[in-house]
């Protein structure tokens, strides 16, 4: 992916005690409702989610809306299968780290931000390194 290439805005998947870094692969199993949509929406898109840690809160009520870290890492969806119960099974290859600017309305289930990736353009370099 090139820097010209980069989202103004991300669909966010907020997963506590899980992070994912540039250059790797993680296994997600997708079942709510609203992060199955999120998976379809960028399927038909870019096939690029956020991923980024809620801050640890007491309230865990069912319309709780958790606040969120800054820096996350975006992952692009490289393995779909559906299972036969309707759940997602993936595999997001963490491409760059990203900061949360600034959510954004909608009527969408899941949360969109607008992300800003400037100080973490050197996750997008192929560099080989030595190791002695």
Do not use: W
Request: proline share 5%; charged share 35%; with cysteine.
């Amino acid at each position: 992916m090139k820097k010209i290439d980069l989202p103004k805005k991300l669909a966010i998947f907020p997963l506590s005690n899980f992070i994912i870094f540039p250059k790797t692969t993680v296994p997600l199993n997708i079942f709510e409702p609203r992060y199955i949509e999120m998976v379809n929406d960028s399927m038909k898109t870019n096939k690029l989610i956020g991923m980024i840690q809620p801050k640890a809160s007491k309230e865990m009520s069912k319309n709780y809306v958790p606040e969120l870290h800054q820096i996350g890492c975006m992952g692009k969806i490289i393995t779909f299968k559906e299972t036969e119960d309707s759940r997602y099974l993936i595999e997001l290859k963490g491409l760059i780290r990203f900061k949360i600017i600034t959510e954004i309305k909608s009527t969408k289930k899941y949360r969109e931000y607008e992300v800003n990736f400037e100080k973490y353009h050197d996750d997008l370099e192929n560099k080989k390194e030595n190791i002695k």
